[in-house]
């Protein structure tokens, strides 16, 4: 038997409708109570088109108690310790239409999410429980902070200093920047250096889109046409959103200046990767097409795939296919989830998913993409690890089968 | 000997600043000279960061009479003959940073570069100058008409009415919808509609981008901070921009519903479209990640890129590493172009580039790229078209040195 270290980078937590309240700063709990009525009416409605109630209902036969790791530990590791993972990072929505911090402030948190002071509050209610949870197994639970960063960027230092004093070496910032300056503007740079500072990891996560574009303005407008395609567009454009704030950031220079700062992009696929490099560094290397725009790259004293290959992670779980076009991603970018609770993961079919997408792949390679690139970039105490690993770690023997 | 048809996918025309005034309807005459003023100091703001006055300056020298085809019609016949190009699709902006229809009817039309009563105004200014300049020689001349149809379909419906009964087969539309609604909105329809029935080529052309984005709001405010790397951004994202327009075209059945529908990207490279296609029909195979959403596709009864290779070609200039890759894209989807009178295109070296980049290739295959697929595209009339050929189209022992 040889086990190996199993690192999900991708998995969920939250708390059940109405337990964050304990949570909340005491100004904002009364606005809480009625925040749980409005969010209750918000997935009501997304189970009509969204997340189709029929479909997650079947899909949920039979391991109801197993989903209640969501927000339950010791449920949780029974759940990590039979997918053999022996260490995860934790992001908000816990079972996605439910569990979600208060206000909007889950995996679309930002401008088009919510309001200021109340995404804030929910941030901090959430941080401060998972907080908590990861405490419960510091060395397995690596919890993933909210930061609404693009309001206050001296709020959102202060917080990422919250977090690692707290336990937490990770945060998540908004996906879409909305109105707000993106984010190669300079008024962002006290929190890459904070960040680079204390090795905080700073992750994108897919599920925000310009949904009113796909379905048309909420709420709905007397005359309202249904928009036919909305969610093909969606689902489209979605890997698209979490990809962008890259391109701001390389090009930005933030990279540039503060060269060991971390970013994952989260559940967004590999298969735009080699594509979207080649398409930067055509750019860069400043070619007929855009010599009349002059200087635009000097700032830069690397291509845009150096930064990426340096700077940036993949965290997401695989296709069979992404896993065979490993070398034109860079395979050491590459870093496995289960995206544990969510249906669309790999649990609870982890080990025979595993199987399918790694079968043949050399060892030292499944080893890097499973759980060492991970253990490297979120700097983490592999020999802590280590008993763990020998129990409950997949054996390498699986994928010559 | 035996010459090819050779046909410019991607040109340009425009008059002289002050000179679409008698195209005006007359109640506009009055803004224009104002707009004429204006549109030179965002040419001067233009020269400084966009379009950098020195390196144009050298380009220009030497060649002065030859851009004077931009407008003038004997000097772009003897251009194009030089060319060897047989029949040019026109759109708007001669020289760059002049020459563009009035009140910002040009590549940048839409919510974002004007307002809708002088933007129509300005585009059907530009839609009788450039429909009496094609009349001089309508076989080879094909004008596009500038159609800013995210306001008004009914007026959109009008022009292309208008554009076709005065010989113009071609419009282009907005790129960006801004506050508007985007392209699967059924409100369209009925420009999708007339379109078919009048064999009305569509166009996106590359330039527009989320200016304020990369370069902050203008005009700049008190304490504007710079954003470096805004023109990175820009040149990396022009090309998104183009892009996006289909994934909302596809999914929202557009071309389910309009068969023989014809839209054409143009200047936007081809290197995205094999990754472009895979992510589409990956969504559209309906893969584990996006069953908790239910069908979103049973609208559509093909995959989305055989909506593409039937309902969708490319208009651009290529670099060699396209043409390498044809069969990844679909050769018979790729049109060549050359951009004149736009630095950034193949002249004044057509012929040159045109080698460089095709050498190799099967004869039959540089024949479809460089006119065929073109021909048959927009629907030509290859036989009026023959005579001039056998004067001025490229030899086809060129490609074989």
Same mark, same amino acid.
């Given at each position: 038997?040889?086990?190996?270290?199993?690192? *999900?980078?991708?998995?969920?937590?939250?708390?059940?409708?109405?337990?964050?309240?304990?949570?909340?700063?005491?100004?904002?709990?009364? @606005?809480?109570?009625?925040?749980?009525?409005?969010?209750?009416?918000? @997935?009501?409605?997304?189970?009509? /088109?969204?997340?189709?109630?029929?479909?997650?209902?079947?899909?949920?036969?039979?391991? $109801?108690?197993?989903?209640?790791?969501?927000?339950? &530990?010791?449920?949780?590791?029974?759940?990590?310790?039979?997918?053999?993972?022996?260490?995860?990072?934790?992001?908000?929505?816990?079972?996605?239409?439910?569990?979600?911090?208060?206000?909007?402030?889950?995996?679309?948190?930002?401008?088009?999410?919510?309001?200021?002071?109340?995404?804030?509050?929910?941030?901090?209610?959430?941080?401060?429980?998972?907080?908590?949870?990861?405490?419960?197994?510091?060395?397995?639970?690596?919890?993933?902070?909210?930061?609404?960063?693009?309001?206050?960027?001296?709020?959102?230092?202060?917080?990422?200093?919250?977090?690692?004093?707290?336990?937490?070496?990770?945060?998540?910032?908004? #996906?879409?920047?909305?109105?707000? @300056?993106?984010?190669? &503007?300079?008024?962002?740079? +006290?929190?890459? !250096?904070?960040?680079?500072?204390?090795?905080?990891?700073?992750?994108?996560?897919?599920? +925000?889109?310009?949904?009113?574009?796909?379905?048309?303005?909420?709420?709905?407008?007397?005359?309202?046409?249904?928009?036919?395609?909305?969610?093909?567009?969606? /689902?489209?454009?979605?890997?698209? !959103?979490? /990809?962008?704030?890259?391109?701001?950031?390389?090009?930005?220079? #933030?990279?540039?200046?503060?060269?060991?700062?971390?970013?994952?992009?989260?559940?967004?696929?590999?298969?735009?990767?080699?594509?979207?490099?080649?398409?930067?560094?055509?750019?860069?290397?400043?070619?007929?097409?855009? !010599?009349?725009?002059?200087?635009?790259?000097?700032?830069?004293?690397?291509?845009? *795939?150096?930064?990426?290959?340096?700077?940036?992670?993949?965290?997401?779980?695989?296709?069979?296919?992404?896993?065979?076009?490993? &070398? $034109?991603?860079?395979?050491?970018?590459?870093?496995?989830? *289960?995206?544990?609770?969510? +249906?669309?993961?790999?649990? +609870?079919?982890?080990?025979?998913?595993?199987?399918?997408?790694?079968?043949? /792949?050399?060892? @030292?390679?499944?080893?890097?993409?499973?759980?060492? *690139?991970?253990?490297?970039?979120?700097?983490?105490?592999?020999?802590?690890?280590?008993?763990?690993?020998?129990?409950?770690?997949?054996?390498?023997?699986?994928?010559?089968?």
């Amino acid at each position: 038997m040889s086990r190996m270290l199993f690192i *999900s980078t991708d998995c969920h937590a939250g708390l059940l409708p109405g337990q964050y309240r304990e949570y909340l700063d005491p100004q904002f709990r009364e @606005a809480y109570d009625a925040d749980v009525a409005v969010q209750r009416e918000i @997935a009501k409605e997304n189970r009509k /088109v969204m997340l189709v109630e029929e479909i997650n209902a079947k899909w949920r036969q039979g391991i $109801e108690q197993e989903l209640t790791g969501a927000w339950d &530990h010791a449920q949780r590791i029974k759940v990590l310790d039979g997918d053999g993972i022996a260490a995860e990072v934790i992001f908000p929505d816990g079972i996605t239409e439910e569990n979600a911090p208060p206000f909007g402030a889950g995996l679309s948190v930002g401008p088009l999410g919510g309001e200021y002071e109340t995404q804030w509050a929910g941030a901090r209610a959430h941080n401060r429980w998972i907080a908590e949870l990861s405490q419960m197994a510091p060395a397995r639970h690596l919890g993933v902070a909210v930061v609404p960063a693009t309001w206050d960027v001296d709020e959102a230092v202060r917080e990422v200093r919250w977090a690692r004093q707290n336990g937490l070496g990770s945060i998540m910032i908004p #996906v879409m920047w909305g109105p707000h @300056a993106p984010y190669h &503007h300079p008024k962002y740079d +006290p929190l890459w !250096a904070i960040c680079q500072e204390l090795d905080v990891v700073i992750h994108f996560h897919s599920g +925000p889109g310009a949904a009113e574009e796909y379905f048309g303005p909420m709420p709905r407008q007397p005359g309202h046409q249904d928009m036919v395609g909305g969610m093909g567009i969606y /689902v489209c454009e979605a890997v698209w !959103a979490v /990809v962008r704030p890259l391109t701001f950031l390389i090009w930005g220079g #933030v990279f540039e200046r503060y060269p060991t700062l971390k970013v994952v992009v989260t559940e967004a696929t590999t298969t735009w990767v080699a594509n979207y490099l080649e398409h930067l560094d055509d750019r860069y290397v400043d070619w007929h097409v855009t !010599a009349k725009l002059g200087d635009y790259k000097s700032h830069l004293s690397m291509k845009p *795939s150096d930064y990426f290959h340096r700077n940036i992670r993949l965290g997401t779980f695989f296709r069979r296919k992404e896993v065979e076009r490993r &070398h $034109e991603v860079g395979h050491e970018c590459m870093m496995w989830g *289960s995206d544990y609770p969510h +249906p669309e993961g790999t649990w +609870p079919y982890t080990r025979d998913m595993m199987v399918d997408t790694f079968r043949g /792949v050399p060892e @030292a390679e499944i080893a890097t993409m499973l759980g060492g *690139s991970a253990a490297a970039f979120y700097n983490l105490d592999t020999d802590r690890l280590a008993p763990l690993v020998a129990q409950i770690g997949p054996d390498t023997s699986l994928f010559n089968s």
